[in-house]
Nanobody, 111 residues
Framework: QVQLVESGGGLVQPGGSLRLSCTAS????????KGWYRQAPGKQRELVAT???????NYADSIKGRFTISRDNAKNTMYLQMNSLKPEDTAVYYC?????WGQGTQVTVSS
């Protein structure tokens, strides 16, 4: 059974950092485009950062220069390093690989 397991969310003060992780079944990690989305209360889910199938990266304008997407192929894991966090970054963050979604992890930025 295909699974994406997320971790790393939590409560952080403005200006702080968090690193999200998404670990996948080996059978899907190497084959699909992958990335991170987020959904804030009352808003639609939006793209945060993605890898394309060729390995290039795309970032939402709102997080450029603050967030970095990366991956460790040996660990079948994708990361989202989030720095200089702002209250407007508060959301549930989801990883996606192909058609498969993670369970979501809550990120709350508040003083």
């Amino acid at each position: 059974q295909v699974q994406l397991v997320e971790s790393g969310g939590g409560l952080v003060q403005p200006g702080g950092s968090l690193r999200l992780s998404c670990t996948a079944s080996e059978t899907i990690f190497s084959l699909y485009a992958k990335g991170w989305y987020r959904q804030a209360p009352g808003k639609q889910r939006e793209l945060v950062a993605t890898f394309t199938a060729t390995g290039s990266t795309n970032y939402a304008d709102s997080i450029k220069g603050r967030f970095t997407i990366s991956r460790d192929n040996a660990k079948n894991t994708m990361y989202l390093q989030m720095n200089s966090l702002k209250p407007e970054d508060t959301a549930v963050y989801y990883c996606i690989m192909g058609l498969y979604w993670g369970q979501g992890t809550q990120v709350t930025v508040s003083s």
